[in-house]
Each structure stands twice: as structure tokens, then as C-alpha cells.
């Protein structure tokens, strides 16, 4: 067994204090993209798209795995896979979700909730036809999440698939079970982290039924979003 509990990592360089005046927008998506453009600049960072996906079924048993955002608009955040793969069964009977971004470089990570929909077969044979023609096969070669003898199933597939759609003449179909997600946030979390662990967390969410807005502790952001501080 390792014991971890000296391991500690002191933020060197960080020096990023994050409040409310430090908002780049009071639009939880404007701010994301604010965030987002600060670390493509940064070249350490070679996936900055890459975020946890987690999913839970309908009676509550959790995932999480990584994927790439493919697209970030004012409704959301859009990644493609295998609509019968594991997340894609567990979106399909319960399409609440939570993505994660982090950012090591940074210190910053920013954590999202929402629902998911699938978004049109159309916007999803257009990002296919756009990928490269072996990220197209990969997709055929895959059924994803499911049980097989040995890595080499896979190989022999992916040659059988490469000669048959090998010509530059020759289109790689869309599977059926290949799409989008689009996952539209009610609440977002940005989180900078400190050395001395008194980390800064400003939330965004959506008032509950119910709810009425307490001036003291919340701050209006841009159409119905209201803004929060949270305890580190």
C-alpha cells in the first residue's frame, strides 16, 4: 500500500486571484470561452478540449471517461461517440450529465452540469465527413464498450475496413449508431486554484422553483444566470 498524504504540490507561478471583478463576462459560456483562449495560448497544453464525461444509469451507478469537445455555442457543449457505447446507453436512459475541464498548466478547471440531447443526423454526417478517413474506419472498426477475444479482432478488422474503403474515390458511410451530443449547462463552476489550498470557486447556475434572488450573497449574471461565490 502507498501513503500519499505527504504528497503535496505548491502552485509556483500561480498568482491568479479570482473574483467577481475578475469575470471576463456574467455569461457562464463568454467566461468559459475567456478561460478557454487563455489556455490554447499556452503550448503545454496539447488537448485543451479534452474533458471528463460523467454519466450515471437511470438507477444512479456512476461512469467517467474522457472526450473531446467538439464545439463549444451559447446553447452548449457538443462531443461525438458511439450512441451504443456504455456513456451513449447511459445518456439514452438518463441524459443528466456533468462534464469537467482542467487545466494543469493554469491550475484552473472548470466543471459543468447539464442535459444532453442528441443533435441532427445532418450536423452529425457533416463532422464525420470532416474527420480523417482512418478516424472514420476507427469508428466502424469499434463497437464500442463491448467484450472481445483479443486485440488482434480489432486489427484484422480495421485491414478488411482499410481495403474495402481505401480508394481516395471511396466514402466512409456514417454508421447509424455514430453522433453528436449536445449538452445544454444549468450550472458551471470555475475553480483557480491557490498554493495555500484557498482556492477560488465562482458558481453560475439557474434559481429553482421557488427560489428568490438574496442580493446579499448573489449577483445577477446575463439573461437568467445568477452568480455565486463558494466556499474553497
Known amino acids: 500500500m502507498a501513503d500519499l498524504s505527504d504528497?503535496?504540490?505548491?502552485?509556483?507561478?500561480?498568482?491568479?486571484?479570482?473574483d467577481m471583478s475578475d469575470l471576463a463576462s456574467r455569461d457562464p459560456i463568454k467566461q468559459f470561452e475567456a478561460w478557454f483562449e487563455d489556455i490554447r495560448k499556452n503550448k503545454k497544453v496539447e488537448e485543451p478540449n479534452a474533458m471528463a464525461l460523467a454519466t450515471a444509469t437511470r438507477s444512479g451507478i456512476p461512469s467517467v471517461r474522457i472526450v473531446l469537445c467538439k464545439n463549444i455555442s451559447p446553447e452548449g457543449f457538443t462531443f461525438f461517440t458511439n450512441y451504443e457505447s456504455k456513456k451513449g446507453k447511459e445518456l439514452e436512459e438518463n441524459p443528466q450529465c456533468s462534464l469537467m475541464f482542467y487545466w494543469e498548466p493554469l491550475k484552473r478547471s472548470v466543471r459543468i452540469e447539464g442535459k444532453v440531447e442528441k443533435i441532427s443526423t445532418d450536423k452529425s454526417k457533416e463532422y464525420f465527413n470532416s474527420r480523417p478517413k482512418e478516424s472514420q474506419i476507427g469508428a466502424i472498426v469499434s463497437n464500442q464498450s463491448t467484450v472481445i477475444p483479443d486485440r488482434q479482432t480489432l486489427d484484422r478488422k480495421l485491414k478488411d475496413l482499410k481495403e474495402q474503403y481505401g480508394g481516395d474515390d471511396v466514402t466512409v458511410p456514417k454508421p447509424d449508431y455514430w453522433g453528436g451530443f449536445l449538452v445544454?449547462?444549468?450550472?458551471?463552476?470555475?475553480?483557480?486554484?491557490?498554493?495555500?489550498?484557498?482556492?477560488?470557486?465562482?458558481?453560475?447556475?439557474?434559481?429553482?422553483?421557488g427560489e428568490t434572488f438574496n442580493e446579499t450573497l448573489m449577483v445577477k449574471g446575463?439573461?437568467?444566470?445568477?452568480?455565486?461565490?463558494?466556499?474553497s
Open 222 to 231: 446575463e439573461g437568467d444566470w445568477i452568480i455565486e461565490r463558494l466556499s
Open 184 to 209: 445544454r449547462p444549468y450550472q458551471f463552476e470555475f475553480w483557480q486554484g491557490q498554493t495555500n489550498r484557498l482556492h477560488d470557486r465562482i458558481q453560475f447556475r439557474k434559481l429553482s422553483d
Open 7 to 18: 504528497m503535496r504540490h505548491p502552485y509556483h507561478g500561480i498568482d491568479f486571484k479570482f
